[in-house]
């Protein structure tokens, strides 16, 4: 485990690899949650986020959990943050309840968004402008 905590030392901007922030408004889930996935398997530390690496009396495993989480709360939003946050939490508890909570939310923005859709009036809009005003939904 020591060689894979050296590489994970070695990341001082986890952004370069996740560059999204995950926030609730922006219905980007999926594609954070491919970056992050990717991120914890190239750094073979995916077992943190799905729970089946789990020894918290190994310090070295105590580290690297504490960097995967260190990695989740730099890649979210700060509202985020305040609605996922358990205090001891491990990094796949974390995960668990981010899922949640956008698996959870996935059906009821589906409904808002078609909702939104099917009242817009096109009226004298260009083509150019009405993509711009579906694209911000």
Same mark, same amino acid.
């Given at each position: ?5 050296? +590489? ?6 986890? +952004? ?6 995950? $926030?609730? $408004? ?10 992050? +996935? ?5 750094? +073979?530390?995916?077992?943190?986020? $799905? ?9 070295? !495993?105590? /580290? ?6 260190? !990695?989740?709360?730099? /890649? ?47 009226? $004298? ?13």
């Amino acid at each position: 485990m020591a060689s894979h905590l050296d +590489k994970m030392y070695g990341i001082t901007n986890i +952004k370069s690899y996740v560059p999204l922030i995950l $926030d609730l $408004d922006r219905l980007n889930y999926d594609a954070w949650c491919e970056f992050f +996935k990717n991120q914890c398997t190239a750094y +073979k530390v995916f077992g943190h986020l $799905d729970g089946t690496n789990h020894n918290p009396a190994d310090q070295d !495993w105590c /580290t690297a959990d504490s960097i995967v989480k260190q !990695w989740l709360f730099v /890649t979210l939003s700060q509202p985020l943050i305040q609605t996922i946050l358990i205090l001891d939490a491990t990094a796949a508890q974390l995960w668990k309840a981010i899922e949640d909570l956008f698996r959870d939310n996935k059906e009821a923005n589906a409904i808002e968004l078609e909702n939104q859709l099917r009242n817009i009036v096109i009226g $004298d809009s260009t083509v150019m402008e009405y993509y711009t005003h579906q694209s911000h939904l």
